[in-house]
C-alpha cells in the first residue's frame, strides 16, 4: 500500500516570488511519482513526472521538481511564480510493480495562492 | 483532438437512486480510470478498465460499477447512493505502460 503526505494544505505567495510545495510519500515498493495541477473547475492536468533516470524533473509552466529517495520526498518547485498559477496542486504515486499502469494515490493537494 | 469528454457534467440525485455517467476517453488511447473527488481532498482510484475488462480496484464497495466498451468508452455506475457519494467524478485515459493521465472535466454528483 502507499501513501502520500502533502504538508501543506494551503501556500501563500507573493507574486514573481519562488515556492516549493512539498509531498512526502511512503510506499513498500518502488514507485513512479507525478505533479498534477487542477484549475478551478476543471480536471487535472500532469505537470510533471519522475519514472527513471535524473532526480531532477522539469514539467511544463516553469515548474521542477527533485526525487529524493532516502527522504522519500518528491518536493515541487518554481522560481518565479505568477498570477495564473493559482490553483490546487496534487502529489500522486503509483508503484513499479505494475508497470506503472495502476491507478494513482493522490494526496489531499496544495492550495497555491498568489497574492499581487 | 478532442480529450477526455465526460457527461453529464452535472447531476441531483436523492438517496437510493442510481446513476450512470459516461466517459469518452482521448482518441489512440486504450485505458480508462475513474476516480472520486470529494470535497477538498485529492482523488481516490474506483477502478481501471483495459479490454472491456476492470483491470484493477480501488477500496470501493460493489455499489460502484463500471463497464468499457469495444470503442473504449466507459461507464460508471453506482447503485443505492448514499449522501456520502457526492463528489467529482473523474475519468482519465491513458495507454498502457507509466505514462501520462489525461483527466476530462468530471462530473459532479449530489446526493440529496
Known amino acids: 500500500a502507499q501513501s502520500v503526505t502533502q504538508l501543506d494544505s494551503q501556500v501563500p505567495v507573493f507574486e514573481e516570488a519562488p515556492v516549493e510545495l512539498r509531498c512526502n510519500y511512503s510506499?513498500?515498493?518502488?514507485?513512479?511519482l507525478f505533479w498534477y495541477v487542477q484549475y478551478p473547475n476543471q480536471g487535472l492536468q500532469l505537470l510533471l513526472k519522475y519514472l527513471s533516470g535524473s532526480t531532477l524533473v522539469k514539467g511544463i509552466n516553469g515548474f521542477e521538481a527533485e526525487f529524493n529517495k532516502s527522504q522519500t520526498s518528491f518536493h515541487l518547485r518554481k522560481p518565479s511564480v505568477h498570477i495564473s498559477d493559482t490553483a490546487e496542486y496534487f502529489c500522486a504515486v503509483s508503484d513499479r510493480i505494475g508497470g506503472g499502469a495502476d491507478g494513482l494515490t493522490f494526496g489531499k493537494g496544495t492550495h497555491l495562492i498568489i497574492q499581487p | 483532438d478532442a480529450g477526455v469528454t465526460q457527461s453529464p457534467t452535472h447531476l441531483i440525485k436523492t438517496r437510493g437512486q442510481q446513476v450512470t455517467l459516461r466517459c469518452s476517453p482521448k482518441s489512440g488511447h486504450d485505458t480508462v480510470s475513474w476516480y472520486q473527488q470529494a470535497l477538498g481532498q485529492g482523488p481516490q482510484f474506483i477502478f481501471q478498465y483495459y479490454e472491456e475488462e476492470e483491470r484493477q480496484r480501488g477500496n470501493f464497495p460493489d455499489r460502484f460499477s463500471g463497464h468499457q466498451f469495444p470503442n473504449y468508452s466507459s461507464e460508471l455506475n453506482v447503485n443505492a447512493l448514499l449522501l456520502g457519494d457526492s463528489a467529482l467524478y473523474l475519468c482519465a485515459s491513458s495507454s498502457q505502460g507509466p505514462g501520462e493521465l489525461f483527466f476530462g472535466e468530471g462530473s459532479r454528483l449530489t446526493v440529496l
Open positions: 510506499s513498500s515498493v518502488s514507485v513512479y
